[in-house]
């Protein structure tokens, strides 16, 4: 069974810096693009970036160019999202999501979805 556990999440000033985590189990790892979206409340969830299984392939959306890096490691089998320079926008529930093969855009291409962290940024 696949197991996808978010971590990380927590309340933080606008400005501040967070590191969310997720551990994959029950995959093989190294097939799987992975992705991190986000929901807020009221609102559809929002891709916020994805990585191909070899790191080669990294996907942002517009909303957090140039702030927030993802990376992976396969043979700890997990994926982090850095996450800097947070707006009180960027409050929501993130989720990380595992798609066979290249990673993509589309929540509805992912796979399996973890429960998600909530992040919370204070103005």
């Known amino acids: 069974q696949v197991h996808l556990v978010e971590s990380g999440g927590g309340l933080v000033q606008a400005g501040g810096s967070l590191r969310l985590s997720c551990e994959a189990s029950?995959?093989?790892?190294?097939?799987?693009?992975m992705g991190w979206f986000r929901q807020a409340p009221g609102k559809d969830h929002e891709f916020v970036a994805a990585?191909?299984?070899?790191?080669?392939?990294?996907l942002y959306g517009d909303s957090v160019k140039g702030r927030f890096t993802i990376s992976r490691d396969n043979d700890q089998r997990m994926v982090w999202l850095q996450m800097k320079s947070l707006k009180p926008e960027d409050t929501a529930v993130y989720f990380c999501?595992?798609?066979?093969?290249?990673?993509?855009?589309?929540?509805?291409?992912?796979?399996?979805w973890g429960l998600g962290t909530q992040v919370t940024v204070s103005s």
């Open positions: 999501a595992a798609k066979l093969h290249a990673p993509r855009e589309a929540r509805e291409e992912y796979d399996y």
């Open positions: 029950g995959l093989i790892f190294s097939n799987y693009g």
């Open positions: 990585i191909d299984w070899g790191s080669g392939v990294k």
